[in-house]
């Protein structure tokens, strides 16, 4: 197997699920990341009924088609155990309308650090939360995948709360940009995930007078090429995942066959 796309709903967050398989098959994407708990139209969301979960997991094997990950919005930093707590709850239905529509990947923030809370100390909690998670997720057969993002954008720290969570259901979304605007180069931060990456998210920034600016695969300064060669080291055959994020009012159809055809430039080259 090689590398996979897909791309993340927040490209089209006003598509039902019809047309977002619709364009995944025109574009020649394999997967597609939903994205919970944000009102997008697709509607895949936890307590969704048995029938829909059937009609959307019938939908995809009809069409070939992937459900890559389902993004979560939880995040485990609070100093507050008891919001941990629900965050766990609120992670493991999640991971129940995984397995329930055949997906492997759920993806779940660590979160900002509190105020007064070392980092020490929350990466301590925060792998604990993990390896319930974990746990829980072993027997539905999904990884649960903590993002490179918020107080994890350095692959080092990411990579340090899933070693403290110690669990084989415990892996990494690499974002492939976060790290990068954290100092750490990619090369570093594919070395720290390495072990653990199991999804992908992908795109392209610039600075414009000091401040990030979204653009499309190769106008930008993130090196996804870089980024492509390296997970081939691992022989990864995961999802090289779409996170459109600030593109403003660019169509969504014009979203995915850039990156489309840009990624699979890529690939093949």
């Given amino acids: 197997m090689v590398m996979r796309l897909a791309f993340m709903t927040w490209a089209c967050p006003n598509w039902t699920v019809e047309q977002i398989v619709e364009a995944a ?7 597609v990341e939903f994205r919970l708990s944000v009102n997008h139209a697709h509607g895949v969301e936890v307590g969704i009924s048995d029938e829909r979960k059937s009609f959307v997991r ?7 088609l992937t459900i890559a990950c389902l993004a979560s919005g ?29 997906c492997k990947c759920v993806r779940v923030f ?16 925060i792998a604990d939360c993990l390896r319930q998670l974990g746990e829980f997720a072993s027997s539905h057969d999904v990884f649960v995948c ?4 918020d107080a994890f954008s350095r692959a080092e720290h990411a990579a340090d709360v899933v070693k403290l969570a110690n669990h084989p259901n415990v892996a990494i979304v690499w974002d492939i940009r976060h ?24 795109g392209d920034r610039k600075r414009v007078d000091g401040k990030w600016q ?3 695969i190769g106008e930008g300064e993130v090196p996804v090429g870089e980024a492509v060669q390296l997970l081939r080291t691992i022989n990864f055959t995961g999802f090289l995942s779409f996170e459109a994020e600030g593109f403003g009012d660019i169509d969504p159809d014009t979203l995915l066959r850039e990156y489309a055809e840009r990624m699979r430039r890529l690939l093949g080259a």
């Fill in 25 to 31: 098959k025109r574009y020649g994407y394999e997967g």
């Fill in 58 to 64: 019938n939908l995809f094997k009809e069409n070939g």
């Fill in 74 to 102: 939880v995040r485990f930093s609070s100093a507050d155990a008891s919001e941990r707590r629900k965050m766990v709850e609120q992670a493991k239905t999640e991971i129940e309308l995984a397995a329930s529509l055949e």
């Fill in 110 to 125: 660590g979160g900002n650090l509190p105020e007064g809370v070392s980092r020490e100390d929350a990466h301590r909690y």
């Fill in 146 to 149: 903590l993002e490179t993002h």
């Fill in 179 to 202: 790290p990068l605007a954290h100092g750490e180069t990619i090369r570093e931060a594919f070395e720290r995930v390495k072990p653990f990456v199991k999804h992908c998210h992908i």
């Fill in 214 to 216: 979204f653009t499309h």
